[in-house]
């Protein structure tokens, strides 16, 4: 039963495209809809942001974050918490954003502007929810 939801998580954080990432100024949470790139054999979630949103600012503040993965037509829903973590080398920032585009191509001209920054966000734990009341609660890997 845990390795199949272990699974799904892993599914979901693979093949999904959309997310919800919550963000907080510390007084007034902020939900944000983000095309997501996630390493997921270290529970790594990258994002596309630019600098000066909403987003960015609060997430540099406030790093503990929410991440809403769905698949509404089925009753799956995962929450993960985790806490943003800058890049610090860019040869790592060129890397994971050349993968990000490979999957995402036509967010070039976005990706490679100057006012764009990648954010990343160890995952921390998660929460899956099947129906109305089914749900399983996991740290995550390199948490």
Sequence with gaps: MTQE?????DDL???ERHCVLATTDGIEPLCS???????????KFYFLSRKDSRKNINIKKH???SI??????QGVALTVQ???????RAQTVEAI??????????????AN???????????QSAQLIQGVNEKFSTKLKNS
């Design 63 to 65: 790093p503990h974050v």
């Design 13 to 15: 954080v693979t093949h």
């Design 5 to 9: 939801k272990m699974q799904l998580i």
């Design 113 to 123: 502007h100057p006012d764009t920054e990648l954010l990343r966000v160890n995952g």
């Design 97 to 110: 954003t050349k993968m990000f585009l490979r999957k995402y191509p036509e967010l070039e001209e976005f």
């Design 33 to 43: 809809l983000m095309t997501l790139f996630v390493d997921h054999a270290a529970m």
């Design 82 to 88: 985790g806490v943003y973590a800058p890049i610090k």
């Design 68 to 73: 809403l993965i769905d698949r509404r037509d």
